[in-house]
Nanobody, 117 residues
Framework: QVQLVESGGGLVVPGGSLRLSCVAS????????INWYRQAPGKEREKVAY????????TYSDSVKGRFRISRDNARNTAYLDMSALTPEDTAVYYC??????????WGKGTLVTVSS
């Protein structure tokens, strides 16, 4: 059974930092790219970062470029999203995602990040 489990969310003050983790199971993690998405209240889900299976390429949305960093540890079946210089506009539920060929997109249940003073 495919599972993606996010953790690390919480309340952080503006300007602060947070590290999110996504632990994967039920598939061969090291051969699939990983995305991080977020969905703010009342807004559509937005892709914020992507990493290739070997970590050779990462991409970011303009809204997080220079502040967020995606990484992965294939030995631990885990992807990370390091977030810094957080603003209230970063408040959202953050999801990790992968697309497993014919099995289609797989999603975790998300972790809530709240940026507030």
């Amino acid at each position: 059974q495919v599972q993606l489990v996010e953790s690390g969310g919480g309340l952080v003050v503006p300007g602060g930092s947070l590290r999110l983790s996504c632990v994967a199971s039920g598939f061969n993690f090291e051969i699939y790219g990983i995305n991080w998405y977020r969905q703010a209240p009342g807004k559509e889900r937005e892709k914020v970062a992507y990493i290739t299976p070997s970590s050779s390429l990462t991409t970011y949305s303009d809204s997080v470029k220079g502040r967020f960093r995606i990484s992965r540890d294939n030995a631990r079946n885990t992807a990370y999203l390091d977030m810094s210089a957080l603003t209230p506009e970063d408040t959202a539920v953050y999801y990790c995602n992968t697309i497993l060929g014919t099995r289609g997109p797989q999603w975790g249940k998300g972790t809530l990040v709240t940026v507030s003073s």
